[in-house]
């Protein structure tokens, strides 16, 4: 337990979509930096399994799920009022994770630690596997062994900060919060352990106050109103990349660089990753969302028509927003939100979005090429994404690691128009050389001012107004044929 105590805490809920499958298997390859505590399936409006007896009007009334007729030909804006009449929904492959686990990370198991301390063993990773709310969308009824987990978490004496990752429906989480509130709501305690939840729990995976059901509206918001929810700026992964990435990175989703970077050569944890058009087939979904059989998307958008993507191209990973921000790559962000993440600067649901975060007034802009390289940490986010795929079936001396930043400048306190001397020193462990920069950057992503060196001086602007902060990021990366970067962050005040 002590090596754990040092990573952050998390748990994933997922509804096993395509996209989180993909996103279980990258986050796979940093289970080395992440205290992932629990993998718990749960329900979501677009999968539930059903319990055999029950409907889901039954079961929840509350639906969100546009049912079959999403998939059947119709343009249905909203919930489809007939769904409370199904049983089950585009049910996922019980045991999917279970069985990845067992087998495919199992056999990259030896590489792995390898290549890297701390990965957690495959009997390790099934034990801290454990199924949630699935019967349906937004089920509550009940206690199951992953509320049962994720509320242990919640009350227990372990003083890290719980990021509750919610890849699916927010049921199984909310269950937990009602388990809690059932304990102690009513007793001279309930305040304290409010305060005790709002202290500990960040929930990242919702946005504008919903997840992929409405049973945090409709349960959870009364019993914590002040729960925090985190969002980040910048998207990855999403459906689309492949056509509409960033200039700087849209090589990396685009065939042939997923297939001979990712899923060929790297052992069969990495081949089980899905492509678009690759000839996979996906258990228990329609036709309409067969994306490695016949690579078309079309989700019915207005104004956007059917998207042909090439054979090859990434297809997804809706849901590692979440747990990509708290990789330790140097970058602050995760513990101080006034420095950045992989993804940008967190924020809070409900609050404005960093400046030079996309602007979105409708779902149709999502699907526009970017002209800018908004984030400067994506491409070598994909770049490291590749080196870590290699560690999957290949020796040490085959693969690249990451440098090694040491010995950091503090942060510090200064007067307008004073000059900071930034320090740092950085190794690489293969040896490779280093390219090392320090930069400020500028809300489009772009380097305000720039210095190619480890030791740099940084002139704060002599107008810099009282509290005014500047974030100055060291970028070390090594000149490998799979690149990897490491980062370090100094925050200047201006008194």
């Known amino acids: 337990m002590a090596d754990r105590l040092g990573k952050t805490r998390v748990i994933v809920t997922t509804d096993m979509e395509v996209d989180d499958m993909n996103s279980t298997i990258h986050l796979a390859l940093y289970l080395n930096d992440l205290d992932v505590e629990a993998f718990v399936y749960t329900s979501s409006q677009y999968h539930f399994q059903g319990d055999g007896v029950h409907t889901l009007a039954e079961a929840n009334p509350h639906w969100r799920t546009k049912g079959v007729r999403s998939y059947e030909g119709e343009k249905i804006s909203g919930p489809d009022p007939e769904a409370g009449k199904l049983t089950r929904y585009r049910p996922f492959p019980e045991g999917w994770i279970e069985r990845l686990w067992d087998n495919e990370y199992r056999e990259a198991y030896p590489y792995l630690s390898a290549n890297a301390e701390g990965y957690p063993t495959s009997e390790e990773l099934l034990a801290r596997t454990y199924v949630g709310n699935v019967a349906f969308e937004g089920d509550v009824r009940q206690d199951t062994p992953g509320s049962d987990v994720i509320k242990r978490a919640i009350m227990d004496d372990d003083p890290r900060t719980l990021w509750l990752l919610s890849w699916g429906g927010m049921n199984t989480i909310v269950r937990a919060l009602m388990s809690i509130a059932e304990d102690w709501q009513g007793t001279p305690e309930w305040p304290s352990v409010q305060a005790k939840v709002y202290q ?76 678009y058009g690759d000839g996979k087939h996906y258990e228990g979904e329609p036709e309409k969302y067969q994306f490695g059989e016949h690579a078309t998307l079309d989700w019915g958008i207005p104004g956007v028509g059917p998207l042909v993507f090439d054979a090859g191209d990434f297809m997804a990973e809706g849901d590692s927003m979440t747990f990509i921000p708290l990789l330790p790559f140097g970058l602050r962000g995760a ?116 210095e190619a060196s480890l030791q740099a001086n940084f002139a704060v602007p002599a107008d810099a107004a009282p509290g005014a902060h500047y974030v100055l990021t060291l970028t070390v990366r090594d000149k490998a ?13 201006v008194r």
């Open 335 to 450: 513990t101080d939100q006034g420095f950045d993440t992989v993804l940008g600067k967190l924020f809070r649901d409900g609050d404005p979005a960093p400046a030079g975060s996309p602007s979105f007034t409708s779902m149709a802009d999502a699907f526009k090429p970017k002209t800018t390289n908004l984030n400067p940490f994506l491409r070598a986010f994909q770049e490291d994404f590749a080196a870590r795929a290699q560690w999957c079936a290949h020796e040490p001396a085959a693969c690249n690691h990451a440098p090694v930043i040491t010995d950091v400048c503090p942060d510090v306190t200064v007067a307008a128009g004073e000059t900071v001397h930034l320090t740092a020193a950085a190794s690489d462990p293969d040896g490779d050389e280093l390219c090392c920069r320090w930069s400020l950057f500028a809300a489009d992503g772009t380097a305000a001012w720039e």
């Open 200 to 275: 500990k729990v960040r929930v990242m995976g919702v946005m504008d106050g919903v997840g992929q059901d409405n049973s945090w509206l409709d349960h959870g918001a009364r019993l914590f109103p002040e729960l925090t929810f985190l969002r980040v700026p910048f998207s990855y992964a999403g459906y689309v990349d492949a056509k509409f990435a960033q200039p700087d990175s849209i090589e990396l989703f685009k065939a042939p660089w997923p297939e001979q970077n990712i899923t060929t050569g790297n052992g069969p944890l990495m081949a089980r990753y899905m492509l």
């Open 481 to 493: 044929a799979r690149p990897m970067t490491s980062y370090a962050q100094v925050g200047v005040t």
